[in-house]
Structures are given as structure tokens and as C-alpha cells.
């Protein structure tokens, strides 16, 4: 099965830049996505194909690739950012997958 | 504006079959353009991805489940069905639908609903 490995935690002081990466062999030819969960709420499309933001989504939410690799990028990071990042993915027949997901903590 | 929500029974018991309901509002299950995705998230876990049915009624299961998932649509009633047969503790969880698109994939969630397995 396809697999994407994201950093446990990820922290930050409010209005630093945070980074979290997700790893997978699959990334230089399919699309990263991710999402956002705050506890107890659903997630939420923060970044598709790679680096595009849906509408109502902040400037301050990023998404690139580079080989293997993605990268969520938070600019100005803020209390309210705190959440769980996931990426996801998907490959040629094989089940589409999300990382283990991030803990982002700003303070 | 799309909605989706997800209705299904609390509380199941070991070997049982769970059934979950998707019903949606703001689109049309009708074309392999759109499709409806079940994704699953134990407590305190990761997001697992479970199954989805497209609009021309193609399926695709997760390799791991595939044996015990069944997904269906009804087109008129705006409404899709997971089974998962062989119920197991290690199956509680909040089990969450999903709008799908080919371009932004999950782009919305309903609220999800937490079921456990339990005697």
C-alpha cells in the first residue's frame, strides 16, 4: 500500500513560519493535497494539486513539492493554526492514503 | 452549497454489519466526474480512506477492507450506503463521507459520526 510519512508535531511561536513535510515515493508524478483538523471537527481542503488554495482559504496557507517530498508552509503562523495537518495522496492502483498526520502547536 | 451528513447506529457489536448513510444536498451523483468518499478516523488516530462510489456507479475499496466493505448509491434520495461486515472493536471510530472531484479530490466533509464496537 502506498504510504505518506509526516513529522508527529511541528511547533512554533505565533507569527513564525511553520513547515510541515510529507514524504512519498509516488509525489513526483501524483498530486499532494492537505488538510486541516482542529479537535473534534472535521478536516478541512487547505492546499490541492500540489499548491493551489480553495477559495476562502488564507494566503498564508502554501503547498510545493520538490521529488519526493511536499511541504505545507504557514506563513505568520497563528493561535487559530493550531490543528492537525494531514497530506494525501494517491498512486496508480493502489489505495489513495493520508500521512499520519502533523500537530501544529503555536505558542 | 454542498452538505453532506452521515447517520448510522451509535453503537454495534462484535461480528455485527454496519451500515452508514451519506445523505447529501447541493449536487448531483449522476456523472464519473463526481463521487462520494467514506474515510474513517479511529480516536486519537489518522484519517483512514475506505471507499468511493462515482457518479457512473464505478467503485473502488480500500485493498486492506475490501473483502468486508460494500458501497452503494441512490441517486433519487441524494443518499449513498457503506456496509462493513464483521464489526471489530478495533473498528471504532468517527466515520466521515465526502464530497469527490478529480481536481481537488475531498473537498467536503460532513460532520462524521462516531460508531463503536462494543458488547
Known amino acids: 500500500s502506498y504510504e505518506l510519512t509526516q513529522p508527529p508535531s511541528v511547533s512554533v511561536s505565533p507569527g513564525q513560519t511553520a513547515r510541515i513535510t510529507c514524504s512519498g515515493d509516488a509525489l513526483p508524478k501524483r498530486y499532494a493535497y492537505w488538510y486541516q483538523q482542529k479537535s473534534g471537527q472535521a478536516p478541512v481542503l487547505l492546499i490541492y494539486?500540489?499548491?493551489e488554495r480553495p477559495s476562502g482559504i488564507p494566503e498564508r496557507f502554501s503547498g510545493s513539492t520538490s521529488g519526493t517530498m511536499a511541504t505545507l508552509t504557514i506563513s505568520g503562523a497563528q493561535v487559530d493554526d493550531e490543528a492537525d495537518y494531514y497530506c494525501y495522496s494517491t498512486d496508480s492502483g493502489t489505495t489513495p492514503a493520508f500521512g499520519g498526520g502533523t500537530k501544529l502547536t503555536v505558542l | 452549497q454542498i452538505t453532506l451528513k452521515e447517520s448510522g447506529p451509535m453503537l454495534v457489536k462484535p461480528t455485527q454489519t454496519l451500515t452508514l448513510t451519506c445523505t447529501f444536498s447541493g449536487f448531483s451523483l449522476s456523472t464519473s466526474a463526481v463521487g462520494v468518499a467514506w474515510i474513517r478516523q479511529p480516536p486519537g488516530k489518522a484519517l483512514e480512506w475506505l471507499a468511493l462510489i462515482y457518479g457512473s456507479d464505478d467503485k473502488r475499496y480500500s485493498s486492506g477492507l475490501r473483502s468486508r466493505l460494500s458501497i452503494t448509491k441512490n441517486t433519487s434520495k441524494n443518499h449513498v450506503v457503506l456496509t462493513m461486515t464483521n464489526m471489530d472493536p478495533v473498528d471504532t471510530g468517527t466515520y466521515y463521507c465526502a464530497h469527490w472531484v478529480p481536481q481537488q479530490q475531498l473537498d467536503y466533509w460532513g460532520q462524521g459520526t462516531l460508531i463503536t464496537v462494543s458488547s
Open positions: 494539486e500540489d499548491s
